[in-house]
């Protein structure tokens, strides 16, 4: 047998492969960007420390209950109507009397301007689902964003989304989100503990 | 006098393609080092909830998830169909949730421990009793920056 000489492997390819290789690296990478609400709780009850006094004007109870029934004030709503109530109640443009209540505080930039007492209270029950309360968390949010949008639209021209330091600062001060994560309805019962 | 003599006809050489395949295998490696699949392999079935006021998660680093929803079908005969809560690759408790927010502290620069934020993955089928138990665990010790994880959709969800 003649043996033949080496012959030099063709190395043209060698960068197809690679390119294939690395196009299936960069489809496959989804960089999975999870996306979130963003929320804050309450700091642990204090003992001993009674919780502060709220009128009943500056409340705005939104209770869903464990067939995923939502109610507002006592009244049966859809989900649709929840944002316009929140609205409502967290702007009460004709300060009217069984809405809350307007308190002066130092804003920066915008001085010292009126801003709402009022405190949404979301409560669910143990068997509420947590899609429900998501969707209702999600309205009483885009509530707030709307109000502060037009607000920063009017104050500054500008979408809230855009502001940046003390704007961004005046705006969230002037409309608070002010959901609060309520203490749940009946004790924690110990489930799974 | 003619210094500079005038070019013949000569071809213009081949660039050498010879190195490419190199420069394609560096990238390859940088992308398959840099995808690093740390993805905790989920025993549970998360159906995640659609949102239309969401954000995206910044500075992963500073993240950390629970878990919360149905185990996936191997394990419903020892853990039944009710949603359970999941740390990083274990199935836990509520009461493990407390001792697990100080660990992944721990494991913080001490700089950032006050930034960290609890993000609560959770099934949309999932009841609020739990997800009401893991936030009366993570207010305890003061993890109270928290992020509900949902996908963003622009259409309502009524």
């Given amino acids: ?193 | 006098m003619s210094k500079f003599r005038k070019k013949g006809n000569k071809a213009t050489p081949a660039i050498s393609t010879a190195s490419l395949p190199d420069i394609v295998f560096m990238l390859l490696f940088f992308f398959m080092t840099v995808t690093t699949m740390k993805e905790i392999d989920l025993k549970i079935v998360i159906k995640k909830p659609q949102a239309t006021e969401v954000k995206k998660l910044e500075n992963k680093s500073l993240v950390k998830y629970v878990n919360i929803g149905p185990p996936i079908a191997k394990f419903r005969k020892m853990y039944g169909s009710e949603s359970i809560i999941q740390l990083n690759d274990q199935f836990a408790k509520v009461r493990d949730i407390a001792p697990w927010v100080n660990a992944e502290r721990q494991k913080m620069d001490a700089s950032n421990r006050s930034k960290m934020t609890t993000a609560l993955k959770v099934n949309k089928e999932t009841k609020m009793g739990i997800v009401t138990d893991v936030k009366q665990e993570l207010r305890k010790v003061k993890a109270l920056k928290i992020t509900y994880i949902a996908d963003k959709t622009t259409k309502n969800n009524f």
Avoid at chain 1, 6 to 27: C, K, P, R, W
Avoid at chain 1, 55 to 72: Q, S, Y
Avoid at chain 1, 79 to 86: D, P, R, Y
């Fill in chain 1, 1 to 193: 047998m003649a043996r033949r000489a080496l012959t030099e492997i063709n190395a043209g390819s060698m960068a197809d492969i690679a390119f294939l290789l690395l196009i299936f690296f960069l489809v496959t990478t989804t960089m999975s960007t999870n996306t979130g609400m963003q929320r804050k709780l309450p700091p642990p009850p204090e003992k001993d420390v009674k919780p502060p006094e709220v009128h009943a004007r500056n409340v705005m109870a939104v209770l869903i209950n464990k067939d995923n029934f939502i109610m507002v004030n006592s009244v049966p709503m859809q989900l649709n109507k929840i944002t316009e109530k929140a609205k409502e109640f967290l702007a009460n443009v004709n300060r009217r009397e069984d809405l809350p209540v307007f308190e002066n505080k130092e804003v920066p930039i915008l001085g010292n301007v009126p801003v709402s007492k009022g405190i949404i209270s979301l409560q669910t029950d143990r068997n509420t689902q947590y899609e429900k309360y998501l969707q209702v968390q999600n309205e009483l949010m885009r509530a707030v964003a709307e109000l502060r949008d037009a607000r920063s639209m009017k104050e500054f021209g500008v979408h809230f989304d855009d502001l940046e330091g003390d704007r961004l600062e005046a705006i969230s001060k002037a409309i608070p989100l002010a959901i609060s994560e309520a203490e749940p309805r009946r004790s924690v019962k110990s489930v799974g503990k």
